[in-house]
């Protein structure tokens, strides 16, 4: 998805306490030239303690517990104040966010983590793999792009391959699903919604965009997107959500439920539709690029 973009967008430490009056803060250069990643939507509740609090082109979780709350990436940097609304619009807390997660180390998702972390006061945890890029504010195999760069953000706990986390009531487990980037971390969580326990996954990417598979973006990254393909095979998930809403269909979902439609949310065959799209398009774009290369 970046890769499409890029050409055409181109052309264009004090705590602070939440709520505190500030000066504007830079806005990404990014948004101009997408403005859905910025575009407000009314918060939502997709099911169990899974909310929805971020744009229309980006998705951003709220993972709601009686001990505090989980949030699920960041947006682009600058406009961190749309989540904070959006969480307030729900009737919570930002000050009850008390763990920070993200499903990868890219500008689009990791960009407004820093100012979420220092606002919230929560913690971040992240998986081994993007640790780098997401403390060091770039874009793996793109170190000198300034254009990708992102706040860095320091991780406070490293994660690994089906680690589980919990906080309070809420228990999440962590895959990593690589070759979008490095640590790319898709997110599985059982929630409750009318009496009934339901799988919902939200799901990292598996699209090439920016990313050179010949030659190689980083060292692996053919063999990272194959073994996403190949792990995923199986997967099957009540909900499947993503970080761009366009994935899952997420808002004509959402219009479907406001009508009244009963399991708007449930799109168990979605993912697995998705998946081997996007495994064509992968062996595609490697021919492609390969024979660009000469090789």
């Not at 640590?183 to 409750?192: A, F």
């Not at 053919?222 to 909900?239: A, H, L, N, P």
Request: glycine share 10%; charged share 20%.
């Amino acid at each position: 998805m970046i890769r499409t973009l890029l050409f055409a967008t181109l052309a264009i430490c004090l705590p602070v306490s939440v709520g505190a009056e500030e000066a504007p803060r830079p806005k990404s250069i990014w948004a101009a030239g997408n403005p859905g990643w910025v575009k407000p939507v009314d918060p939502f509740r997709i099911a169990g303690n899974v909310h929805f609090v971020g744009t229309e082109g980006l998705g951003i979780f709220l993972i709601a517990g009686e001990e505090g709350h989980i949030l699920i990436d960041g947006g682009l940097p600058g406009f961190e104040d749309q989540v904070l609304d959006s969480i307030r619009e729900l009737g919570f807390d930002p000050a009850d966010v008390k763990v920070l997660l993200n499903t990868h180390a890219h500008f689009d998702h990791s960009g407004g983590l820093a100012y979420l972390k220092e606002v919230t006061g929560a913690e971040f945890w992240a998986m081994s793999e993007d640790v780098a890029q997401l403390e060091g504010g770039f874009y793996v195999g793109a170190e000198d792009n300034a254009a990708f760069n992102a706040p860095p953000v320091k991780v406070d706990r490293v994660l690994t391959d089906g680690e589980e986390i919990h906080l309070g009531g809420i228990t999440l487990t962590a895959r990593l699903t690589p070759g979008h980037s490095p640590g790319c971390t898709s997110w599985w969580t059982s929630i409750e919604e009318g009496g009934e326990a339901l799988d919902l996954l939200i799901f990292c990417s598996a699209t090439v965009a920016a990313n050179r598979l010949v030659p190689p973006q980083y060292e692996g990254i053919v063999e990272d997107y194959r073994k996403t393909f190949r792990v995923t095979k199986d997967w099957q998930s009540d909900i499947f959500v993503a970080n761009h809403p366009g994935f899952s269909n997420l808002m004509a979902e959402r219009l479907k439920a406001e009508a009244g439609e009963p399991d708007a949310y449930r799109n168990t065959e979605l993912f697995t539709r998705m998946m081997a799209r996007l495994e064509d398009e992968f062996e595609t774009a490697l021919k492609n690029q390969t024979a660009e290369a000469g090789q």
